[in-house]
């Protein structure tokens, strides 16, 4: 099971952190990606960090603003997101997956149920 939460409304340029907490299944051998899909889009993978070794990958659009991190104590995934602005409004998915760099979303197992993220300018 995924939980994310931390979603909500903020003003462009500010910033916001989504957990995702896992229970059940082994949480250090998942990698953990996060997704995004924005009103009337699909759904675009915005980043993952590996089980294997902590890499990270990052979807062009957030590189340099947004960090993943993770706390295998913690089974949780994080997602620091600075510098928001209006196109990150969408609802935002963590997902669990088996692979060591999956990258797209039909390579992920589990998905949690979202967490609204609203930029207003």
């Known amino acids: 099971l995924l939980q994310a939460s931390g979603g909500g409304l903020v003003q462009a340029g500010e910033s916001l952190r989504l957990s995702c907490a896992v229970s059940?299944?082994?949480?250090?051998?998942?990698?953990m990606g996060w997704f995004r899909q924005a009103p009337g889009k699909g759904r675009e993978f915005a980043t993952e960090?590996?089980?294997?070794?902590?890499?990270?990958y990052y979807t062009d659009s957030v590189k340099g603003r947004f960090t993943i991190s993770r706390d295998n104590a913690k089974n949780t995934v994080y997602l620091q997101m600075n510098s928001l602005n209006a196109e990150d409004t969408a609802v935002y998915y963590c997902?669990?997956?088996?692979?060591?760099?999956?990258?797209?979303?039909?390579?992920?197992?589990?998905w949690g149920q979202g967490t609204q993220v609203t930029v207003s300018s």
């Open positions: 059940g299944g082994t949480f250090r051998r998942y990698t």
């Open positions: 997902a669990a997956s088996k692979l060591i760099r999956p990258r797209w979303a039909r390579y992920y197992d589990y």
């Open positions: 960090i590996s089980w294997s070794d902590g890499t990270t």
